[in-house]
């Protein structure tokens, strides 16, 4: 007998139909005779919905109503599923956050999750019933209600599997797995049997959405052993592994995109110590993260500094960019929210030289510009026009040959 963990993302329970067959899924994995938690997400689209009406009232709403708000989405999903459950013969119970024993910090709308008291979940489970517990929220140590971040049901997930020591976290999603690309912009895409937990958390971190990078890091963290998995078909998912064997590794696993970033400029400032950090000093005190950073070495005294935020802090850091320019007397200062970033992601890079000038000059071959470019051991992320993404991901996929078998 095993404790298994399942996620069913918000597709896979978009539609009462959907519900009910996640029910039959859940029923079957309980009739094998394992002990079965689950968590769901909110039906499709429901999150954005609750976020429009929430900003639609006050776009400066108080986080915390926006927390009470945004979790009643899974609410309605873990009655829904036990409901369908309880109609297939199948015992089980809903939790919500707080029931399931899931504690968190109170930093709303992106709690940590800091434990679980699992003891509820665990009788329920040791009785022979499902127990159906809502993703993505838990309450902090007041009591209030808190939510994980988008995509945080995966992060439930996996946090239960920690704590209830599960023999394996399953995420069903509505891809069967994890692909050399995302399925939606390459078709030639391919699911890998496996992949490291290096390079997932590259992806996550990268803005590939199929897992939250919380969830990933957690998993890590915990040696949670993690799949990914189609609720729509059967099929062995993929894999995540945290022990790279005697195996060589593919030289690239996967290629990563997003255009969740912004980019912003700041050229002709002086060159002398302490220039970096009066720009973005600021923006770090203004809670701004930054990724990328690049300066150039200028020609006489003055330097250019190139970064970039994430695009929902663009106009913040716009605004903070501007007011320094004036004080340090920049020549310029230049805005772009119209930027993407395309990332090759492998371990296999570690023991290569020469990955880089290919992806140079296979985005040459048709004409994408490169503005910035950053690396780590596993990983080559550019900088490119938003209008560039999909070319590039697609003529990136070809010239590394990742739509044929590894
Ligand atoms: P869920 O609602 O189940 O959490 P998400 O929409 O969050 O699902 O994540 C699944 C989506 O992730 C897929 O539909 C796919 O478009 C996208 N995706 C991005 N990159 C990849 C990848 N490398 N492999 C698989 N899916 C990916
Ligand atoms: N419902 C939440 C969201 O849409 C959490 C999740 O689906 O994982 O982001
Ligand atoms: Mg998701």
């Not at 699911?191 to 590259?202: A, D």
Request: net charge negative; charged share 25%.
């Amino acid at each position: 007998m095993a404790l298994i963990v399942q996620k069913y993302g918000g597709t896979s329970v978009g539609t009462t139909e959907r519900i009910e067959q996640v029910a039959k899924r859940v029923a079957a994995a309980h009739a094998r005779g394992d002990q079965v938690c689950v968590t769901v997400s909110a039906m499709s689209g429901e999150t954005n919905r609750l976020v429009e009406l929430g900003t639609a009232v006050d776009p400066g709403a108080a986080p915390r109503e926006i927390d009470v708000l945004l979790s009643t989405g899974e609410q309605v999903t873990i009655a829904l599923l036990s409901i369908a459950l309880h109609k297939l013969g199948c015992p089980a119970r809903s939790f919500t956050g707080r029931q399931a024993g899931i504690r968190t910090d109170d930093a709303h709308s992106k709690a940590r999750i800091l434990n679980i008291d699992a003891t509820r979940l665990r009788s329920q489970l040791e009785a022979g019933e499902v127990a159906v517990v809502a993703g993505f929220q838990g309450t902090d140590t007041e009591g209030n209600i808190t939510t994980l971040g988008r995509g945080g049901s995966d992060t439930t997930a996996v946090a239960l599997a920690a704590a209830l020591e599960a023999d394996e976290c399953q995420i069903y999603t509505d891809v069967d797995g994890v692909y050399t690309t995302d399925p939606r912009i390459e078709p030639n895409a391919r699911r890998l049997e496996r992949i490291t937990f290096e390079e997932m958390l590259e992806m996550a971190s990268l803005g590939s959405k199929v897992l939250q990078i919380r969830a990933v890091e957690m998993a890590g963290k915990h040696n949670v052993p993690l799949r990914v998995l189609s609720s729509f078909e059967d099929g062995p998912g993929t894999l995540i592994t945290y022990e790279e064997d005697g195996m060589e590794q593919p030289l690239i696993s996967s290629i990563a995109s997003n255009r969740d970033e912004a980019q912003l400029t700041m050229a002709g400032i002086p060159d002398k110590p302490g220039i970096a950090y009066a720009v973005l000093g600021p923006i770090a005190a203004a809670n701004i993260e930054v990724d990328m950073i690049v300066q150039n070495v200028g020609d006489d005294a003055s330097t250019d500094l190139t970064f970039t935020v994430h695009r929902n802090d663009y106009e913040r850091a716009l605004e903070i960019v501007t007011r320094i320019g004036e004080e340090v007397g920049a020549s310029s200062v230049t805005g772009d929210n119209g930027i993407a970033k395309l990332s090759l992601v492998g371990v296999g890079m570690r023991s290569h030289a020469g990955i880089a000038s290919r992806m140079f000059e296979a985005l040459a071959g048709v004409g994408i510009n490169i503005r910035m470019i950053s690396t780590s051991e596993i990983k080559i992320s550019v900088v490119v026009d938003d209008k560039f993404l999909e070319l590039g991901v697609r003529t990136l996929h070809e010239a590394f040959g990742l739509a044929n078998e590894a």
